[in-house]
Structures are given as C-alpha cells and as structure tokens.
C-alpha cells in the first residue's frame, strides 16, 4: 500500500511540476534553502542566477 502511494504522489507531482521550466533538480534545492536558511525568495532567485 505503501508503495502504491508514494508512487501515485509521485506521478502526480510530476504531472504539476511539468508545467515548469525548470528541472525537478533545480527546484528541488530552491525549496531546501528556502526551508533550510531564512532567505527570501528573491535571494533564492539571485543565488540560482
């Protein structure tokens, strides 16, 4: 069951994440310094240019 649902999260987080014009990768990083660190969103913005 476990598994079932970790897969349909999954494909249906690629599904959203299509949609967007960077890699999953990328994105994936923004999110753990915006988590991980108090930076705004516009310093995220800066640090990945």
Known sequence: ???FRK???N???RKVLIRFHCPLEV???CV????ACPLSLRHIEEMMQ
């Not at 753990?32 to 988590?35: L, M, N, S």
């Open 7 to 9: 897969s349909s999260i």
């Open 11 to 13: 494909s249906t987080l």
């Open 27 to 29: 994105m994936l990083t």
């Open 1 to 3: 069951m476990l598994d």
């Open 32 to 35: 753990r310094w915006y988590v």
